[in-house]
């Protein structure tokens, strides 16, 4: 008969020891997963800046437009006003002429007709019409 030798009980080191590995094995396990998912993370989250800057240098582009816009509204309105102004000033001095005509004051329509002239030449000339007295 042969003799067979069997193997004794695993001694309780062994049995520690196998169970450090495996839960070492565990940890190291947890921890790609934690840093795949951190790495999943962290490129999810610079796509997520990356749509922000360009939505806030859309937002920086229309805010430019709307100012640019804005400016140019004002220049219009300063036009239109300045427009206006010398409209007054050439109808005050139109009805001024018909009422010193009316008036028989040929000298004073005379003078208010020459004053009416030199506004308008400075309009032509693009210069702002000059307030008359």
Do not use: W
């Amino acid at each position: 008969m042969d003799l067979m030798i069997k193997p004794s009980a695993p001694c309780c080191n062994v049995s520690k020891s196998k169970h450090r590995k495996q839960r070492k094995l565990k940890k190291k396990r947890e921890r790609r997963e934690t840093m795949g998912l951190l790495k999943t993370d962290m490129v999810e989250i610079g796509e997520g800046q990356k749509r922000i800057r360009e939505g806030q240098r859309e937002i920086r582009q229309k805010f430019e437009e709307i100012e640019s816009e804005c400016r140019r509204l004002k220049e219009e309105t300063m036009n239109i006003a300045s427009q206006s102004d010398y409209n007054q000033i050439r109808i005050n001095l139109m009805l001024g002429i018909l009422k010193a005509r009316q008036d028989n004051d040929f000298a004073r329509a005379d003078h208010l007709t020459r004053l009416l002239r030199e506004e308008m030449k400075k309009q032509e000339q693009g210069g702002k019409a000059g307030l008359v007295g």
